[in-house]
């Protein structure tokens, strides 16, 4: 291991960004009518800003422990991946659940998708697919009553 | 007694036990649907009935949901219900590894035993134990809010100060939304989304279940190790488990009652507590977090016991120990039954018939846990990635949604999910986080409602520290925290002495 791989430089980034959020919430705190609202925020937000700055000391002191190994896979993969999922979730109130759900299966199935594509498998997953979209779509619409979105662009 | 016993055993009584444990254990299996959902949903089902067959099935679906909640612990990461938080902390590595099989089988096991010292704490300490539920004033809650934060040490995998940062993240952003205390808008960045704040469901499944979905999309390994032979239910390895652990089992058990009986403490609280209670307690060998089948005995024989633990102050005190029982409270209204201590003597039939058949329908949960258990294991096992990563994903964003029927929970539940898993790559774990986030609400009003008593009574100190119950969790925090140094200094010093 290198003594780049072993400074744990992503972790005192995160102290810095945590650092930050305690910050912004002793700022946000500042705004409050009631006292009350922030006594406990502030506290925690102090906390917060003293533990991430002992650790950001002990890392400059070459005494942190050594940065957590990262798995190796597919950047473009995850990235589709979260992609697809805030934008079926954005997409829900003007498409409707069934249409977006139908489209991010279908893309969601296609990054996740290492092996070869044959007709058979298509046909399979597709098919799968299709029977838990609607089958959550029935167990959630119908059954349980939940208001699944209908979509504001198809409505009248 | 007699007759109601004879009286839960009717066909309809354990019928309707069967069903709603099965009911309850698929709706609390899917992540997003919890326990208080299941009984909800189906509520209304129960206002034709009987009150005690009414009673029975609600008690049932509670129960099952509860348990229900281990599947997707154990096989995605994810708790199906916040009460399976724990489980997932040794379940999923054990499915990891390819003992997923075991996990469910001892998690049925697990949540059995619990279930039924819960039921029993339920049919015998009923009154006695309600007193507990009147006993715990603000100062008690914000101090075992306090001791549930202590368990950030025990589940800090690594860096401790990562571990009690994360805890304090989850803290500030259970803070998030208008404050429950006064009607100040905190920590909304201006954002219109977050006014109502995180809500702890959306939280958990992001955090924990998102992660997992990132990475499993991003390389050809298979999601969990696949079995090569036939190995059933491991029903005999599970049991060999379980009798190792029974001292764990029936402090876990006896843990989950009693938080079960504190208004709004739950399931997830119980859980943790009586996990880092067992880590505290491990034995030599034994590696908590990595797929330690004690954990999952800890995790699911607690939450179970809040079930019956819960059922103490809905039934004697009408204050519902558990947001499931706030809703089975509603229905007992609905039914003409007013819930006090007199419910005990003038509807004795009715009460003890229920607590007979709460009793009997977590017995059924073996056969019925058993049988679903392997199910989902054999199908999440055998599942394409292909099919497993959007049937899943969808699952979350439906799940989700269904919370409060809105978009926005799904947004932050795939935000949060991101930010965990840029977290957990640098080391900072999702568990203290969800700990924050979990208990950072009753910490905060506890230590406010403490605090003004305190200030309009001129004894702050006296509020805080004065009172027996506060100083009895304060000792056993200070316990908890520092009994593994001192006894780890001890057997250090008689080791050299020794020499």
Redesign the interface.
Known sequence: MSADQKRDYGGASMAVLLIGFGAFAIYDTTGYADPDSAVFPRTVAMGLIAVSSVYLTVWLMGRADAATVWERGSWPRRLAFVAVMLIAAFAMPWIGFVPVALASFGLLMMIAMFDAWTLRRAAIYILAGLIIVFGFYGLFGWLLQVPLPRGWLFQG | MLQSLAAALTPVNLVLALLGVAAGTAIGAIPGLTATMAVA?LVPLTFTMPPENALILMGAIYTGAIYGGAYAAILLNTPGTPSAIATTLDGFPMAKRGDGDLAMTIACLASVAGGIVGALALLTLAPPLSKVALSFGPAEYFWLAIFGLSLIAALSE??L??G??GG??G??VS?VGV?E????V??TFGSHTLISGINVVAALIGLFC?PV????????ERHLKIETEQRGFRLGEAFAHVWREKLTLIRSSMIGTIVGILPGAGGSVAGLVAYSEARRTAKPGQSFGKGEPAGVIASESSNNATVGGGFIPTLVLGIPGTPPDAVILGALLVQGLRTGPSLFTEKATIVYTFIWGLMFATILMLPVGLLLGRYAYKSIVAM????????V???T??GT??IN?N?SD??IM??LG?IGW??G????LASPIVLGLIL?PI??QG??QA??IGVAREDLFGMFFGRPISLGIILFTLFSLFSPILIEKWKRRSALNER
Do not use: H
């Not at chain 2, 979905?213 to 050809?220: C, E």
């Open positions: 949903v690594g860096s100060l990562k009690l940062a304090a993240f803290l500030l803070c404050a205390i006064s009607a100040d905190r920590l998102i979905l990132i990475d499993l999309v991003s390389t050809p394409p990635k292909a099919i497993l990563v959007p049937a994903a969808f699952m964003i439906i949604y269904a029927n978009v799904v947004v795939i935000v991101v840029v977290l790559r640098f080391g900072y950072g910490a905060e230590f406010v605090w003004t």
